[in-house]
């Protein structure tokens, strides 16, 4: 049974099922495209891409023991600055970052004890939580901005896919 849920998952890490891979998400999404807003109070995709590599990055320290206070991560890390977002290289290495995440997690399934807690600070609370839950926060946190990133291609009329 263990061993059925770990291939599904990272089915699911793939976009089986649930959603599209995150290649078919960002396919043909130039740098310049990417830093387009479909209006000033919504994010950019380069935007999403950034925020969502950030917090695939803070779950996998947090898996491999690494403690991060999820409440005190710093605005720049955690969105793109002006100076990101002057560089094109910068979205290319985002977009290269995702596809070695996604293996990342796929390795760290295999080999970390799911069960096994860790803490993370959530305001001034430390929370136990299983490495499981973890697994599932950055499945469900890339789904969601995944969605996010083709709603807002699909606005502004930069999507080529279904």
Excluded at 19 to 46: G, Q, V
Excluded at 137 to 157: A, D, E, N
Aim: hydrophobic fraction near 40%.
């Amino acid at each position: 049974m263990q061993t059925q849920l770990f291939i599904d998952m990272k089915h699911a890490l793939s976009g089986a099922l649930t959603h599209l891979s995150s290649e078919d998400a960002l396919t043909n999404l130039t740098p310049e495209k990417a830093k387009i807003k479909p209006e000033e109070k919504y994010h950019s995709c380069w935007d999403l891409l950034h925020h969502l590599i950030a917090w695939q990055n803070i779950v996998i320290q947090n898996l491999q023991g690494e403690f991060r206070d999820w409440w005190n991560i710093p605005e720049d890390e955690n969105w793109p600055t002006e100076e990101d977002l002057s560089d094109e290289q910068n979205f290319v290495n985002l977009k290269d970052q995702l596809k070695i995440n996604v293996e990342k997690i796929k390795h760290l399934l295999d080999i970390v004890n799911l069960m096994e807690f860790v803490k993370i600070c959530r305001g001034e609370e430390m929370e136990p939580v299983t490495k499981f839950r973890l697994m599932l926060v950055f499945l469900q946190h890339t789904s969601y901005h995944l969605g996010q990133i083709v709603t807002t291609r699909k606005i502004l009329g930069i999507w080529d896919g279904n």
